[in-house]
C-alpha cells in the first residue's frame, strides 16, 4: 500500500501481554529489515504508512501512537476536524502528548475511557463517538483485542487461512485472504482477544455480515485495483474532499482570512493546474468577500510583478508538490522585499511549508499521476472555504454558513462517489467521439472558465492532443474560424445564466461548422442539437467546478487511454517541474 504514502512508517505489536511499537521515517519495507521484523511470530500487528498532513515527517509523527500507559496502540487515516478542541482536553488532563499528529488524541482518549470502563471495545466506542471529520482508525489492545471504525471510506477484513487482516484497500488482501467482510462508515468491526470477528453499531449493537470471495486481478494491485495512478486518483476524489476539508483547521483559516482582508493587495501565484485552481479562487473572492485579487504565473510574477510587491501585500502561494522552482523563487522574492506569504500545498515537507509565513496543507494523500487531478479538486476545497472565511472577516457571509460548509461538502462527496461511474462512461463516449480529431477548443465562461483551461491543459498533457482553453466570448474572436471536423469543441455549460444562455449560440454555431461538440451539461433537460452531452450532477453553485472537473479529467484519461499513451507518466513531463529558473 505504499501508493498512499511513505514518509515514515511504523509496527506495534502484542508480545506477552506488552506493546511493542517501532517508527521510522522510512518506507515500510525498509522497516522491516532495519528492525529484522520478517521473522517476527506473535498473534497481532498493527503497522501503518503515513503520508504526513499534521506534522512532518518525522518518526515521533508516525503511527502508531500509543497511550501514555501503553495498554493501546492506534493507528489512523484521514483527519481529524476536531483535532486542536481534543489536543487541549488531553492536555489539560495531563496526559503526554508527544507527536504532531492528530490521530496521537485518539490514543489517550481511549486510555481514559479504559481506566474507567477497562472494556476495550466500549472505550474505543467512546472515544470515536467524539471524533469528527473523515476519518479511519484501528486500535490495538494489549490484551490482543482489535478494534477498526471508519467514518466513510469503506474498509476490509480479509480471513485468510490462520489470519485475519484489516485494510483500508481491498487488493492489499491479495495473497492474504480468499474472503473479505466490507465495513462501511459508521460501523465498528472488532477482533476480539480469542481471535472472533464481529461487526458493531456506534450504539454497540451487533451487525450482521456474510464474508464475500476475494477476487483481486493480481496485475492491478500495485495500483489500488486500478489500470493506472490517475484513475485511481480520480476515483478518490469522493474521498479526497472530505480529507481535506477535515484537515483545514479553523486557527490557520481565521489567520489566513485575516491577511488578506488586512493586506493592501493579494496576489496568487502558481503554475500549470494549480495556477487555474488559483484563478477558480479569484472568482471566489470576488463574489463572497469583495476581493479582487491578481492571479499571476509563477514564471511570471518575478520578471514585472515582484518588484511593485512590498510589505502590506499578501501572496497566496498555491503548489501540489510545494517544490516548483518557479513558485519557491517567487515566494523567496516576494518574502525580501516584505510580502506576506500563505502557502497552499499537498506536501507539508516541502519547501514551500518553509519559506511560507503560514500554510494551509491541501491534505489529498499522495498523487503519483502526473496529471494532477484529485489535488485540484482538493484545492478546489481549501480555496472556497478560506474565500468563504474572507467573506464572513468582512461580514459578507454570516458566520453561521461556515457551520454549513461541512455539510455541503459530504454533500458534494456523495454525489460524486454515486455518479462516478456514470460520469466515466459518458466521458469515455465523448473520448471516442473527438478521438480521431488533430485538436480542439475547450470552452466556458465565468466561474467555470478556468475549468476550460485545466481541461485543455488535461487533454493535452494525458493524451497528447492538442486542446486549447477559450473563454465563450472571445470564440467568436478568432478562434471560431478554424473550426471544422477535425477540430473539436468541449463546451463546459456555464453557471452565470445570462453566460449560458449565449453559450447554447455558441454550441449550435460550431456544429454547423462540422465540429464535433461536446456539451458537459449540469442543468439543461434537452439539448436539440446534434452534440454528445455528458450530464454532471447539479450541486451548489461554488461547488460546481468541483462537479465539472471530474468530467473533464475522466475524459482527458480517455482520450489518452484510447491514444495509447502511459496516462500516469506522459512524456518529457515531471511531476514536480524543478531548475526552469535560476
Ligand atoms: C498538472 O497536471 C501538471 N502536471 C502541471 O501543470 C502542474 O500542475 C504544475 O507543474 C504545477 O505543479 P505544482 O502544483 O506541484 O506546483
Known amino acids: 500500500m505504499e501508493f498512499r504514502g511513505k514518509d515514515t512508517s511504523g509496527v506495534a505489536w502484542v508480545e506477552e501481554g506488552e506493546l511493542k511499537v517501532v517508527k521510522d521515517s522510512v518506507p515500510v519495507g525498509e522497516l522491516y529489515a532495519k528492525y529484522g521484523l520478517k521473522d517476527l511470530r506473535v498473534p497481532r500487528m498493527l503497522g501503518h504508512t503515513r503520508y504526513s498532513t499534521h506534522g512532518k515527517a518525522d518518526p515521533r509523527n508516525a503511527h502508531p501512537h500509543v497511550d501514555c500507559r501503553r495498554r493501546l496502540a492506534v493507528v489512523g487515516d484521514g483527519a481529524l476536524r476536531n483535532y486542536e478542541e481534543l489536543l487541549m482536553e488531553v492536555l489539560r488532563r495531563g496526559h503526554r502528548v508527544e507527536s504532531k499528529s492528530d490521530f496521537e488524541v485518539v490514543a489517550h482518549l481511549i486510555e481514559e475511557l479504559l481506566e474507567r470502563y477497562e472494556s476495550p471495545v466500549r472505550s474505543f466506542l467512546e ?73 458493531v453499531d456506534l450504539d454497540g449493537r451487533t451487525v450482521i455480515k456474510s464474508p464475500q470471495p476475494l477476487r483481486v486481478n493480481g496485475d492491478l494491485v500495485p495500483k489500488g485495483g486500478f489500470p493506472h495512478h490517475m484513475l485511481r486518483e480520480i476515483y478518490e476524489v469522493p474521498y479526497s474532499i472530505l480529507r481535506t476539508a477535515s484537515a483545514v483547521q479553523l486557527k490557520y483559516l481565521e489567520m489566513a482570512s485575516r491577511m488578506i482582508v488586512q493586506s493592501k493587495r493579494t496576489i496568487v501565484i502558481a503554475n500549470g493546474t494549480s495556477l487555474h485552481a488559483g ?39 498555491i503548489s501540489q508538490s510545494g517544490e516548483t522552482s518557479e513558485v519557491l523563487k517567487s515566494v523567496y522574492e516576494a518574502r525580501l522585499r516584505g510580502a506576506t506569504v500563505i502557502g497552499l500545498t499537498n506536501n507539508i515537507n516541502s ?73 466515466s462512461s459518458q466521458a469515455r463516449e465523448a473520448a471516442e467521439y473527438i478521438g480521431s480529431c488533430t485538436s480542439g477548443y475547450v470552452v466556458s465562461r465565468g466561474i467555470t472558465y478556468p475549468l476550460a483551461l485545466e481541461g485543455a491543459l488535461k487533454i493535452k498533457e494525458s493524451s497528447y492532443l492538442h486542446a486549447e482553453g477559450v473563454e465563450g466570448g472571445e470564440l467568436r474572436h478568432g478562434p471560431i474560424s478554424i473550426l471544422d471536423r477535425n477540430v473539436f469543441t468541449i463546451f463546459i455549460e456555464p453557471l452565470e445564466s445570462s453566460a449560458a444562455a449565449d453559450m447554447l449560440n455558441l454550441v449550435a454555431e460550431s456544429a454547423s461548422y462540422g465540429s464535433p461538440v461536446v456539451l458537459l451539461s449540469h442543468s439543461l433537460e434537452r439539448v436539440n442539437l446534434p452534440v454528445k452531452v455528458v450530464k454532471v450532477p447539479k450541486t451548489s453553485r461554488h461547488l460546481m467546478p468541483i462537479a465539472l472537473a471530474i468530467p473533464l479529467q475522466l475524459l482527458a484519461y480517455w482520450l489518452a487511454v484510447l491514444r495509447g499513451v502511459d496516462v500516469d507518466r506522459p512524456r518529457r513531463l515531471a511531476k514536480v517541474v524543478t531548475g526552469t529558473v535560476s
Open 127 to 199: 472515544a470515536i463517538a467524539r471524533l469528527r471529520g473523515f476519518i479511519s482508525l484501528v486500535a490495538l489492545f494489549a490484551d490482543g483485542t482489535a478494534a477498526a471504525y471508519t467514518s466513510h471510506q469503506p474498509i476490509y477484513v480479509g480471513l485468510g487461512e490462520s489470519l485475519v487482516a484489516v485494510v483500508p484497500v481491498l487488493t492489499s488482501l491479495y495473497g492474504l485472504a480468499g474472503s473479505y467482510y466490507e465495513v462501511l462508515g459508521g460501523e465498528v468491526a472488532v477482533v476480539t482477544s480469542d481471535g472472533r470477528v464481529l461487526f
Open 351 to 423: 519547501r514551500l511549508t518553509r519559506f511560507s509565513n503560514i500554510y494551509i496543507p491541501i491534505a489529498a494523500g499522495p498523487e503519483l499521476a502526473v496529471p494532477a487531478t484529485k489535488t485540484f479538486t482538493s484545492t478546489l476545497v481549501v480555496l472556497y472555504v478560506l474565500a468563504k472565511h474572507v467573506g464572513a472577516a468582512v461580514s459578507r457571509v454570516e458566520r453561521a454558513e461556515l457551520g454549513g460548509l461541512w455539510r455541503e461538502l459530504e454533500e458534494l462527496s456523495r454525489m460524486v462517489l454515486s455518479s462516478l461511474d456514470y460520469v
Open 279 to 317: 484563478m477558480v479562487f479569484s472568482y471566489y473572492l470576488a463574489e463572497l468577500a469583495g476581493v479582487t485579487p491578481l492571479v499571476v504565473s509563477s514564471s511570471e510574477f518575478p520578471l514585472y510583478y515582484v518588484d511593485n510587491v512590498g510589505v502590506g501585500d499578501v501572496v497566496v502561494a
